[in-house]
């Protein structure tokens, strides 16, 4: 009696997963957010932005008023982690693109 042996093929979808992996792992290794400005962020004087659109314009003008590091826009749906930090800047969003409000957080 004679017992055959499974040969050995190579999957199709092994060249795909592997590609992805590859991709995936050179994500990790990219450097994160850069940060600018003086790294305090003061939010006394930024009531101006509520009620204007969310675009890069406002950002950039809400980013340099307030001296933030980092400038974090919080959109209708995402989540956020309740920990604070001196130099960032919040700038919440409705489902409008509009701007809520801007504190920093």
């Given at each position: 009696?004679?017992?055959?042996?499974?040969t050995?093929?190579?999957?199709?979808?092994a060249?795909?997963?592997?590609?992805?992996?590859?991709?995936?792992?050179?994500?990790?290794?990219?450097?994160?957010?850069?940060?600018?400005?003086s790294?305090?962020?003061?939010?006394?004087?930024?009531?101006?932005?509520?009620?204007?659109?969310?675009?890069?314009?406002?950002?950039?003008?809400?980013?340099s008023?307030?001296?933030?590091?980092?400038?974090?826009?919080?959109?209708?749906?995402?989540?956020?982690?309740?920990?604070?930090?001196?130099?960032?800047?919040?700038?919440?969003?409705?489902a409008?693109?509009?701007?809520?409000?801007?504190?920093?957080?």
């Amino acid at each position: 009696m004679t017992t055959l042996l499974p040969t050995y093929r190579p999957s199709t979808r092994a060249i795909p997963i592997a590609l992805a992996a590859m991709a995936l792992s050179a994500c990790v290794s990219t450097p994160g957010p850069q940060v600018a400005g003086s790294g305090t962020c003061k939010d006394a004087s930024l009531g101006w932005a509520v009620g204007q659109p969310a675009d890069e314009a406002n950002l950039r003008r809400l980013s340099s008023e307030s001296g933030a590091g980092l400038v974090n826009p919080i959109g209708p749906t995402t989540a956020v982690k309740h920990d604070t930090r001196s130099d960032r800047l919040r700038v919440y969003i409705d489902a409008q693109n509009q701007i809520t409000a801007a504190r920093c957080e």
